[in-house]
């Protein structure tokens, strides 16, 4: 049977013998594991190294081979120079000494030979001119143009063409490797320059040569392969990197990979900073440790690179199979020491078990002793078991007393408890009654203060408004029939002063905490809005302040029309002071639906203003609660009261600095205990 890897966690951690399996493995397993980590680590960094150290030194090897093929080309020159043949035609002034001279490149190991005239000097660089001059010979690459070669030899410029395999251009630019030898007369007057070439674009001699010289048989496994390469800036021109690397069919490695381009990594390092590359690249279709050094022409630019290095997966191959054996050693030396750990604590783990087996038993409340563990009455175990057999004991007589002791003590507790709870409920409801009192102290204290102030604020304003209302009618009597010219304004007069005992009337009603006397009728509450807007417009316009509608047409609700109007004269006036100059009182009616379920009506009144802070919102609706010097604090309190009556109410949200919205909720319907002041 398969366990799961859940049930071997609690094995050890539970059981003691593999708990004793864990801590002797489990440190072996560690060392060796440890041991497997830095061998790993060193033999990586070592082969890694060694492998980068070699293919560097392949490098220099190659480079070298390169330096001597220059040096050889030069003496090869310097021989044709001194000999007997060149020495008559120059001496004779031959008419065919230049046919003569490039006629014996193949002679002499050279793509070609040329004989230049004193004027050629004019092409080369001041450097060489100057070599010239002392008769100096020089050796040296150059990138030498289509048009150069053909001038040296027709034949020449198809020799070095190199086709692109990426995008199938031709590169027909030669990188050649180039010796010039000045010529003297009797009289010491430079006449002649010798000019001698090898073209290295699709030159396989000189790659394979290099590569036979520094990866002889033997020094790379079957499977690997050496390889050298020169580059013309960063495309292939000379190589023996194989198109393929499939070593079961070496049909297909015969192609050479002459024309493709170096990785941008390697090309930016050693073209465009001058450095070597000494590391694993991308070689065409494979990777491979390589190392690349740039070519200098005379001048010191770098007009190409020297490549050697060779396939990285079968040393990686050879790596990992050789980790691969060590650790499987490792694990076979693992799992025996296991094993003869586990059989060599086999004698403990028969009196443990048994032990392990006591302590659950006696955990599940069952009466039962270690007793003999058949071992010898000095071993450790054994006498472990029989003190934790006399602690059994011991602990089943404290487990008696401790049974009696808590029966008594519980029923202390009970007769203790019951009494201290009936207390606690006597003073819990002391101090509601107490809390209950308090509120309705502060209450009566604020209404007797309001009753006052309003009878006295009542008797004030009737008393003019007597006055205005009987001057207006003597002046409509005293004008008779011209009294149409002014009636409307006289009507408005009239209605306002009416108005104003309704108010006075209504801070008595709710001073005196009574029902409203005033009608209570369907009304739609648009009108009712603009003829608000109308009594505060001339306010507004002293302040600049625009007010705009956004009316709906919510239903008709049950509403006493003087109280909503005063309320809304009320906020809005609050919003114009709010925003002192310049502003916008936005004026909303909708319909107050929630869930589908139509309710009734909503009024928002939104100002721009100030706005209110957060600790003031709560006691704006308390009674002489004001901000404003000069005022009275009964606006907000005598609305919300007169809205109350009639089953709505006034809900504000506020933003400091930004601004304020007063709602507005009325019901379709009043409150039941209102429906007999319905008149019609």
């Not at 330096?67 to 021989?79: H, I, T, V, W, Y």
């Not at 625009?546 to 006036?573: G, I, K, Y």
């Amino acid at each position: 049977m398969t366990l799961s890897p859940t049930v071997w966690k609690k094995r050890i951690k539970t059981m003691v013998r593999y708990r004793l399996l864990w801590l002797n493995s489990v440190p072996l397993f560690l060392t060796l594991l440890a041991l497997v980590i830095i061998t790993a680590f060193w033999s990586t960094h070592y082969t890694w190294q060694n492998a980068l150290n070699d293919v560097g030194s392949k490098l220099s090897v190659a480079n070298n081979s390169i330096d001597f093929l220059q040096r050889e080309q030069s003496a090869e020159l310097r021989g044709f120079v001194e000999s007997y043949y060149f020495q008559k035609k120059f001496e004779n002034k031959a008419p065919d000494f230049e046919l003569w001279v490039s006629q014996q490149a193949g002679k002499y190991n050279s793509d070609f030979i040329a004989l230049h005239p004193i004027s050629y000097m004019n092409e080369l660089p001041s450097s060489l001119v100057n070599d010239m001059k002392i008769g100096m010979s020089r050796t040296f690459f150059q990138v030498m143009s289509e048009k150069e070669l053909a001038d040296i030899n027709p034949k020449l410029k198809q020799q070095v063409w190199v086709t692109n395999k990426e995008d199938g251009s031709i590169e027909k630019r030669g990188l050649i490797s180039r010796t010039l030898i000045p010529i003297f007369d009797n009289k010491g007057t430079l006449t002649w320059i010798v000019d001698s070439g090898i073209i290295l674009n699709n030159s396989t001699l000189l790659v394979d040569r290099i590569r036979d010289l520094i990866y002889p048989s033997g020094d790379l496994p079957s499977n690997n392969i050496g390889t050298v390469t020169l580059f013309l800036d960063g495309l292939r021109i000379s190589t023996n990197v194989p198109l393929h690397t499939d070593f079961a069919n070496k049909e297909l490695n015969q192609g050479r990979a002459i024309g493709t381009k170096v990785s941008p990594e390697v090309k930016a390092q050693v073209i465009g900073a001058g450095e070597r590359w000494v590391n694993r690249a991308y070689v065409y279709n494979d990777w491979y440790i390589s190392a690349y050094q740039p070519i200098k022409d005379m001048n010191g630019d770098v007009i190409g690179m020297l490549y050697t290095g060779y396939l990285e997966w079968p040393l990686l191959k050879q790596y990992l199979q050789n980790l691969l054996e060590a650790g499987i050693t490792i694990l076979i030396t693992l799992l025996l020491s296991t094993f003869f750990v586990h059989r060599g604590a086999r004698d403990l783990f028969q009196p443990i078990e048994k032990i392990h087996f006591v302590v659950k038993s006696v955990q599940l409340g069952k009466d039962v002793r270690i007793g003999d563990l058949g071992l010898d009455n000095s071993h450790e175990l054994a006498s472990l078991a029989q003190q934790f057999d006399n602690m059994l004991d011991q602990l089943q007589l404290r487990n008696l007393e401790i049974q009696r002791a808590s029966k008594e003590l519980e029923s202390k507790v009970e007769s203790r408890t019951a009494s201290l709870h009936e207390k606690t409920v006597e003073l819990e409801q002391y101090i509601k009654l107490l809390k209950q009192a308090q509120d309705k102290l502060v209450m009566s204290e604020k209404l007797a203060s309001l009753g006052e102030l309003t009878a006295g604020i009542a008797h004030e304003i009737n008393n003019p408004t007597a006055v205005i209302l009987g001057n207006a009618e003597l002046i409509k009597y005293e004008l008779g029939e011209e009294a149409h010219v002014i009636a409307e304004e006289l009507e408005t007069i009239m209605e306002q002063i009416d108005r104003i005992r309704n108010i006075t009337r209504s801070l008595l009603q709710y001073s005196r905490q009574g029902g409203i006397q005033d009608e209570v009728t369907w009304q739609y509450i648009n009108p009712i809005i603009e003829e608000s807007v109308t009594l505060v417009r001339t306010g507004a316009h002293k302040r600049d302040i625009e007010v705009e509608f956004d009316f709906e047409q919510p239903p008709r609700v049950e509403v006493n029309r003087h109280h909503l109007l005063q309320v809304l004269v009320n906020l809005q006036m609050n919003g114009i002071h709010a925003m002192n100059s310049k502003g916008k009182l936005i004026i909303r009616s909708r319909t107050w639906c929630h869930e589908g379920v139509e309710f009734g009506a909503i009024i928002e009144v939104e100002d721009f203003g100030c706005g209110i802070a957060g600790e003031q919102l709560n006691r704006i609706f308390d009674p002489f609660y004001t901000t404003k010097r000069d005022g009275t604090g009964l606006g907000l309190s005598v609305s919300q009261s007169l809205l109350s009556q009639t089953g709505g109410e006034i809900k504000v949200r506020s933003q400091l600095g930004k601004g304020t919205v007063f709602t507005i909720y009325l019901p379709t319907k009043t409150e039941e205990q209102q429906y007999h002041n319905l008149v019609g």
